[in-house]
């Protein structure tokens, strides 16, 4: 399947039906929930720590490791902002999803992709990370305080992804491995997610 197809259908997910992203939970509020929340669910954890991967596995410069973790970073405060201003995003679930099972993917065939291209990619994605952040927050919780926790969690999560990147480089194909499994787990959460 072609590269431009993939973002198609992406924005398609984001724009079509209903959105079930993280609905059911009980509402969160503050600083520690909003950390707590990327760290708490397998699928933001996957999705996060595999930018930071992939970012230290395409990236040679050292100073523009932090380009793709940065770009999901921007990306995941606006969708959280949607969401806590009560626009709709459907198909954040199947979005979500598929961040996953794509930066399992990317990480599995060391994919190497223009910057911007890259960073609209991660970026779509983020956005349906942070609109599920968003839709957690409590009506009527400040949130300035929940979406610094849950930027910091990601900036930690995404260091840590860094890091376990440079490391998975000194094994040689051990990073598809990685990959592989992430890649795996993507379409366990797309079944569920239909």
Known sequence: MRLKYVILLLIQFLC??????????HPVEG?????????TGADHLAAMVCVGVW???????????W???????????????LAAF???IAGAEPAIAASVLALGLFVLGKVRL??????VIVGLFAVAHGYAHGLEMAQGAAFSAYAAGFVIATGLLHFL?????????????????A??????FGVLLLVQAW
């Open 86 to 88: 009560g626009v709709e």
């Open 31 to 39: 600083f520690a929930s909003g950390f707590a929340h990327p760290l």
């Open 16 to 25: 079509a039906g209903q959105s079930v992203a993280h609905t059911g939970f």
């Open 114 to 119: 223009s910057g911007a291209l890259a960073a």
């Open 179 to 184: 990959g592989g499994a992430v890649g795996m």
């Open 67 to 81: 380009r793709l973790p940065a770009a999901f970073m921007v990306a995941m405060m606006l969708g959280g902002a």
């Open 55 to 65: 970012a230290a596995l395409v990236t040679v410069e050292a100073g523009r490791l």
């Open 161 to 177: 992804g860094i890091v376990l990147g440079r490391c998975l480089l000194r094994v040689p194909g051990l990073y598809r491995v």
